[in-house]
């Protein structure tokens, strides 16, 4: 096992800024062998769980680099990697009807996606409504994941690349699994707030830990992310977040865009020590369907609510 250790600031609450937390455990990395255990706190003035633990914005890339299967994309699974395509496009498909839902767009939108990865969801939302997209994400990402038409700038709030400052005002912000993973959660919504266009509209999607999958895997779990996920919200927790950034909740539901079955399937990997800059995801790809197949009435459809996801739509105003 290559073993090295991370260099670590220690973080006061994300949401309320106390810093009064009151230790709920320690954990190892997930999906990532290092030396060294990650402290996560329960606020006890706002009631946030979040994580003590920082690892530096300096070394931040080293947790998301081979290791990572999210910025790979299909490739990572080989013979398999046409099944995984046609999943994640499913994915992009639930998250732009759940923005179209709210709101329309044409060309005269700019919709900015907080934690973008791989563009592929942007790609899809402009493809269908002709929408200006851009894209920002705390990482650099892979070459081949640059999509045509499609910006993406790299950049962690509070220091805004250029290129998004310019294409406000938003029509739309989306954050898909992203929020959990920002340091000061109410600076960058509040600044994105005064950002909107009048009518504008911001969906963000984060792990539930009042969900089942939660209560099932314990430490393992994937929605702690040990140590990516600054803040482990739960439905009241989250809603403190974005109120006090100075949102309104038009919807807030227990149900994502992503299978529960992944909150399963990565912690069992994890614990079984899988890393996928080393072992070759090919192999696992069978067991993974295998297992959503099995799992499906409870764990495969996205619209079986609290499993793990949550759900919440804001508006400027
Ligand atoms: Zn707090």
């Given at each position: 096992m290559?073993?090295?250790?991370?260099?670590?600031?220690?973080?006061?609450?994300?949401?309320c800024?106390?810093?009064?937390?009151?230790?709920?455990?320690?954990?190892?990395?997930?999906?990532?062998?290092?030396?060294?255990?990650f402290r996560f706190a329960t606020c006890r003035q706002c009631g946030l769980v979040y994580l003590v633990d920082h690892v530096d914005a300096a070394a931040m890339g080293t947790l998301y680099d081979a290791d990572y299967p999210l910025h790979r994309g299909p490739a990572l699974w080989g013979p398999f990697a046409r099944f995984v395509e046609d999943d994640n496009a499913r994915v992009d498909a639930a998250r732009v009807a759940r923005v179209l839902s709210?709101?329309?767009?044409?060309?005269?939108?700019?919709?900015?996606?907080?934690?973008?990865?791989?563009?592929?969801?942007?790609e899809a939302l402009r493809d269908r409504t002709g929408c200006r997209a851009i894209g920002i994400d705390a990482v650099s990402l892979p070459p081949d994941a640059a999509v045509a038409g499609i910006m993406t700038a790299q950049g962690v709030p509070p220091d805004w690349p250029q290129e998004v400052v310019e294409a406000a005002p938003f029509s739309v912000v989306t954050m898909w699994h992203a929020l959990e993973h920002d340091p000061q959660?109410?600076?960058?919504?509040?600044?994105?707030?005064?950002?909107?266009?009048?009518g504008g509209v911001?969906?963000?999607?984060?792990?539930?830990?009042?969900?089942?999958?939660?209560?099932?895997?314990?430490?393992?779990?994937?929605?702690?992310?040990?140590?990516?996920?600054a803040s482990v919200f739960t439905v009241e927790t989250l809603r403190a977040v974005v109120e006090r950034a100075g949102w309104r909740v038009v919807a807030h539901?227990?149900?994502?865009?992503?299978?529960?079955?992944?909150?399963?399937?990565?912690?069992?990997?994890?614990?079984?020590?899988?890393?996928?800059?080393?072992?070759?995801?090919?192999?696992?790809?069978?067991?993974?369907?295998?297992?959503?197949?099995?799992?499906?009435?409870?764990?495969?459809?996205?619209?079986?609510?609290?499993?793990?996801?949550?759900?919440?739509v804001l508006r400027p105003e």
């Open positions: 290559d073993e090295r250790r991370l260099p670590i600031t220690y973080a006061a609450c994300p949401s800024g106390a810093d009064d937390g009151e230790t709920l455990f320690e954990a190892p990395a997930q999906l990532i062998d290092l030396d060294q255990r709210q709101t329309t767009l044409g060309p005269d939108d700019v919709v900015l996606d907080v934690g973008c990865g791989r563009p592929t969801f942007l959660p109410v600076a960058t919504l509040a600044w994105l707030r005064d950002r909107m266009r009048l911001a969906v963000i999607e984060v792990p539930d830990l009042e969900g089942a999958t939660a209560r099932w895997m314990g430490k393992r779990w994937p929605g702690w992310h040990t140590p990516r996920h539901e227990r149900t994502g865009t992503l299978a529960p079955f992944v909150l399963v399937a990565l912690g069992v990997l994890d614990a079984v020590g899988f890393r996928f800059g080393r072992h070759p995801a090919p192999l696992v790809f069978p067991v993974w369907a295998l297992g959503m197949a099995l799992t499906w009435p409870w764990l495969g459809r996205r619209t079986r609510a609290g499993m793990g996801l949550q759900t919440i």
